[in-house]
């Protein structure tokens, strides 16, 4: 059963990076972190500490990375175009 929790994690990691490649960020970010909270509980049972910590992380940043794509959604709607 934990085997199957690794390579799910690992699947849902890649098409997380096929996503990126499509430039859907968002929906990247959020399969990513799916797959990192895969690999998380993965690392906690096998006691993979060093791991879980570098998911843990990647979790931060995408989640940073989504509020920035949020902000910049939202500050380019509120700014008035300049005419030429």
Not at 11 to 35: P, Q, S
Not at 53 to 73: P, T
Request: charged share 15%.
């Amino acid at each position: 059963m934990i085997e199957v929790l690794g390579w799910s994690s690992t699947l849902l990691v890649l098409l997380g990076y096929v996503f990126n490649a499509k430039m859907k960020y968002r929906t990247a970010m959020i399969v990513w972190i799916v797959g990192d909270i895969g690999w998380i509980t993965y690392d906690f049972f096998i006691t993979n500490i060093s791991h879980l910590v570098l998911s843990v992380v990647i979790i931060c940043i995408n989640l940073y990375g989504i509020y920035q794509h949020k902000k910049a959604e939202k500050d380019s709607v509120s700014k008035p175009k300049a005419y030429l």
